[in-house]
Structure formats: C-alpha cells, structure tokens
T-cell receptor
Framework: GENVEQHPSTLSVQEGDSAVIKCTYSDSASNYFPWYKQELGKRPQLIIDIRSNVGEKKDQRIAVTLNKTAKHFSLHITETQPEDSAVYFCAPGSGSARQLTFGSGTQLTVLP | NAGVTQTPKFQVLKTGQSMTLQCAQDMNHEYMSWYRQDPGMGLRLIHYSVGAGITDQGEVPNGYNVSRSTTEDFPLRLLSAAPSQTSVYFC????????????FGPGTRLTVL
C-alpha cells in the first residue's frame, strides 16, 4: 500500500510569514494530490489539489507544487493569517478507485 | 443541498454492543467511503463503495460491515464494539473519475467503554 509521510508535524509562524508543508509518498501510480484543512472539531475540507500532469497550481495565497520524479508535493501558504491555524493533511490518491491515503497531519499555528 | 449528513453526532457504547452509523448524501455521488480518525492521526479508510451494490475494504476493515443498497445511503455497522473502535468516524462522497473532490460529513464521535 501507499506510504505517506508529512513534515513537519507542527509548524509555528508569525502572521504575514509563509508556511511550507511537505508530503512524500511511495506509490508511483498516485496521480491525484490534494491538501485538506481541518479546524478543531470540524470535518476535513479540500483547500487545493493538483493532478499528475501539472507541476504547480495557485489559488490566491495557497499553492501546491508537485515533483513526481522525487514523489513529493508541497503546500505553500503565503501572507499567513490567524484563521490559517488548523491541521493540514496531504492525501495522495490514484485512479478511479478514489482511494486517498492521508498523511498524519501538520498542526499550523499562526501567531498574531 | 444538505451535502453529506451523518447520524448520530455522538454515541457511547458498551463493549460487545452493536450499532449502525448512518451516512447519506444528496449530490448523486457514485463514490462513498468511511474513515476513522484517531487523536493526532490522519484519516484511515475503513470501507468504500463505487456504486450501489458494490463495496470493498480499505486499510482497516476488521470489525466493520457496510452495504450500499441505494446511491444516497452508506451505513457503517459495528458488529461487536470494542474499546479500540473509540474514534471519530467520517463519511465522504465524490464523483468517480480522477481528481474529484471528496466531500466529508460532520463526523460521529464514538466512545466504547
């Protein structure tokens, strides 16, 4: 099965700084690379995703970059705000089976 | 649209009891799945379904059964609850095909004593 590692497990940044979270995976068949945000006591929600034929995708302050050769993809958040504080999960998936394998999560804290 | 709904929100069971967690979606999604989330961990896939009448096992299926008689509903049954099944359970749904967002329900917090 897929092995997914996410680093760091905790990350504290000052408001306005950037944050980067990295996800490595083992299955070369993975072709879908989403990032989910989960606030305390809430459900996970998709914030950005990328497919294997694209190297980078941006959505306002959030971006995802993919290196398929090295089997890793990263979440980049610029100009962080206190409301960005949450747990972020990567969840690489493959094919039409829709199976996602979640990383263990990164607790991001944005300090005012 | 209500999206993905789950009932109950909270449940306390005694060891050995059985129960069914309910999940429903009104988006006509083919794919539905159940995950469990333990403290400090990511979500682990229990069972999934790619359409009515079709189910398959995920990473941690032992102790759980599912069925998919309709597109809308995907109940999760705990046959004989154990303390190790204390967790938060999330149901999710999506269209099939590559790269389609999975929508999660609000979760059920289950405690087994």
């Amino acid at each position: 099965g897929e092995n997914v590692e996410q680093h760091p497990s905790t990350l504290s940044v000052q408001e306005g700084d950037s944050a980067v979270i990295k996800c490595t995976y083992s299955d070369s068949a993975s072709n879908y690379f989403p990032w989910y945000k989960q606030e305390l006591g809430k459900r996970p929600q998709l914030i950005i995703d990328i497919r294997s034929n694209v190297g980078e995708k941006k959505d306002q302050r959030i971006a995802v970059t993919l290196n398929k050769t090295a089997k890793h993809f990263s979440l980049h958040i610029t100009e962080t705000q206190p409301e960005d504080s949450a747990v972020y999960f990567c969840a690489p998936g493959s094919g039409s089976a829709r199976q996602l394998t979640f990383g263990s999560g990164t607790q991001l804290t944005v300090l005012p | 649209n209500a999206g993905v709904t789950q009932t109950p929100k909270f449940q306390v069971l005694k060891t050995g009891q059985s129960m069914t967690l309910q999940c429903a979606q009104d988006m006509n999604h083919e794919y539905m799945s159940w995950y469990r989330q333990d403290p400090g961990m990511g979500l682990r896939l229990i069972h999934y379904s790619v359409g009515a009448g079709i189910t398959d096992q995920g990473e941690v299926p032992n102790g759980y059964n599912v069925s998919r008689s309709t597109t809308e509903d995907f109940p999760l049954r705990l046959l004989s609850a154990a303390p190790s099944q204390t967790s938060v359970y999330f149901c999710a749904s999506s269209w099939t095909g590559e790269g389609n967002e999975q929508f999660f329900g609000p979760g059920t917090r289950l405690t087994v004593l």
